[in-house]
């Protein structure tokens, strides 16, 4: 099964809102990251959380990290239209090798 | 970051055809992944393609089906071979951050359809 778990799979806000994604892993990582991917195009790396940290921000995202729960989230404050896109995270083991979450599909009404 | 190009952008083949993919890097890198994104799902890594040695393939992923070329360090292609309507997908590349174990830069993908 995937390593990442996230919920919820969709989400449906208007547009100034924050929007809060969260995944969940099975095993120990060097580090999460959160991808955002466009109407099925190529994906865009957002941030990146390293195992020994807790918070990190980024614009208008911050990322948290919880490895005692095995958990992390994302949220996006002031939510715009153009942030409607699905978003995953992505847990790193060790080496290359990056296994993804199954998605949060974001919608930002207008 | 890298800039990564994928051809074709997508492509409809008939069941029981190959069609190959290639990608091109901006710059020489190591290592370079080939994903496949089904329908509304998440990204399933096929295999890592290594320059200069044969590409290590994921579980339930096998090299007659995908067979990989990785000739130089800029370049791969990913043929998807005797095609069925379930290889219907969106097949991306990679490729790492130069320290190793952080965030990946894709191409734009390419959106299969098998009919």
């Known amino acids: 099964s995937q390593q990442g778990e996230e919920d919820p799979q969709a989400l449906s806000i208007q547009e100034g809102e924050n929007a809060t994604m969260n995944c969940s892993y099975k095993?120990?990582?060097?580090?999460l990251q959160w991808y955002r991917q466009n109407s099925g195009r190529g994906l865009v790396h957002l941030i990146l959380?390293?195992?020994?940290?807790r918070e990190k921000h980024s614009g208008r995202l911050r990322v948290t990290l919880d490895t005692s729960k095995k958990s992390s989230s994302l949220l996006i404050t002031a939510s715009r239209a153009a942030d409607t896109a699905s978003y995953f995270c992505a847990t790193n083991v060790g080496g290359f090798k990056t296994i993804f979450g199954a998605g949060t599909r974001l919608f930002v009404k207008a | 970051s890298a800039v990564i190009s994928q051809k074709p952008s997508r492509d409809i083949c008939q069941r029981g055809t190959s069609l190959t993919i290639q990608c091109q890097v901006d710059s020489q890198v190591t290592m370079m992944f080939w994903y496949r994104q089904q329908p509304g799902q998440s990204l399933t890594l096929i295999a890592t393609a290594n320059q200069g040695s044969e590409a290590t393939y994921e579980s339930g992923f096998v090299i007659d089906k995908f067979p990989i070329s990785r000739p130089n360090l800029t370049f791969s292609t990913l043929t998807v071979s005797n095609m069925s309507p379930e290889d219907s997908s969106i097949y991306l590349c990679?490729?790492?951050?130069?320290?190793?174990?952080?965030?990946?830069?894709f191409g734009p993908g390419t959106r299969l359809t098998v009919t």
């Open positions: 959380i390293r195992s020994n940290e």
């Open positions: 990679s490729v790492g951050k130069g320290d190793g174990g952080s965030e990946q830069y």
């Open positions: 095993t120990s990582i060097n580090n």
